[in-house]
């Protein structure tokens, strides 16, 4: 993306960002990698995660997770 759409998107609060060649390099420091996943899903951008490959593991987890959502009967209750 650009750094005027990153700006738009990453509070200045939530991350580092810095202009690349090919876009824009985020660094975020967190205590809870599945917090970030979702985070950087919720920016609606085309990413590459460089560091740290646990980073990754949790975005392959909330992708599972979605796809089970989405592939379970909706229960329905009766009132």
């Known amino acids: 993306t650009t750094m005027e759409n990153a700006?738009?998107?990453?509070?200045?609060?939530?991350?580092?960002?810095?202009?690349?060649?090919?876009?824009?390099?985020?660094?975020?420091?967190?205590?809870?990698?599945?917090?970030?996943?979702?985070?950087?899903?919720?920016?609606?951008?085309?990413?590459?995660?460089h560091h740290p490959p646990e980073l990754r593991d949790a975005l392959r987890d909330l992708a599972r997770s979605i796809v089970q959502m989405a592939e379970e009967p909706a229960v329905v209750r009766e009132t």
């Open 7 to 49: 700006r738009e998107r990453v509070p200045s609060d939530t991350a580092f960002l810095e202009e690349a060649p090919d876009g824009v390099i985020l660094r975020a420091f967190t205590s809870s990698l599945d917090w970030m996943a979702r985070f950087l899903v919720g920016l609606h951008c085309k990413m590459v995660v």
